[in-house]
């Protein structure tokens, strides 16, 4: 997942962000409202997680304005405090999840995949393309019964792609999906990770579950 994380804490704030890439997810970070918005006018992302306690103007705040803006990222709230009527306050501005600190990363992951996946109009967080099992919470994948090991990135362009089926990506858009912006991929990167795991998924090229469509980039179908 391409995600923004808004922290004023730096050692929290480098924790996640390391944490999360661990996983393969893409994750930009600001230190405050200001950094976070320049970003969120510049890119698209699947999920932002947004300190309350910033400074100048607070989590809340920034969260109104950017619902104002039709912003329609689901939004995890991070907060020290428990009063319910912050709470409150925060999910009639447009706040899809808080989570109070401290909190363990899964506890976050869990919630991340949560509010995606109902932003997406998904109950089901299993995904079954013929022979091919991929379970997004988990973050395992199967196909005839074996078990497929990938590595973080390979499994964030394998739920990039799988999560639309028959829906062609341009390499531009897998590159937003799989790299934060600080990032800056080899030219070929795209291709090769799409090569990558292609050879996992299908190793003796027989039942091709990725497809190159020329001019215009890749597309999941199980045929």
Request: one cysteine or more.
């Amino acid at each position: 997942m391409r995600l923004l994380l808004v922290e004023d804490s730096k050692r929290l704030r480098g924790t996640l962000v390391r944490a999360l890439a661990r996983l393969g997810h893409a994750v930009d970070e600001a230190a405050d409202g200001e950094e976070a918005d320049l970003l969120v006018r510049a890119n698209r992302y699947e999920a932002i997680v947004l300190d309350l306690m910033l400074p100048g103007r607070s989590g809340l705040e920034w969260l109104e304005r950017w619902r104002g803006r039709r912003l329609d990222a689901p939004v995890i709230i991070l907060t020290a405090l428990g009063a319910v009527e912050d709470r409150v306050r925060g999910f009639a501005l447009g706040a899809d999840d808080y989570l109070t600190k401290p909190f363990a990363i899964e506890e976050l992951v869990a919630r991340l995949e949560a509010v995606t996946r109902r932003a997406r109009g998904q109950a089901d967080s299993r995904r079954i393309a013929g022979d091919l099992e991929i379970d997004f919470a988990a973050r395992s994948v199967r196909r005839g019964g074996a078990d497929i090991v990938l590595t973080a990135r390979e499994f964030s362009l394998l739920e990039c792609l799988a999560r639309h089926p028959g829906r062609v990506f341009s390499r531009e858009q897998i590159e937003a999906h799989l790299y934060n912006e600080s990032g800056s991929p080899l030219s070929n990167a795209v291709d090769a990770a799409v090569y990558a795991l292609r050879k996992k998924l299908d190793p003796d090229g027989k039942r091709p579950l990725i497809h190159t469509r020329r001019g215009l980039g890749y597309v999941f179908e199980a045929k």
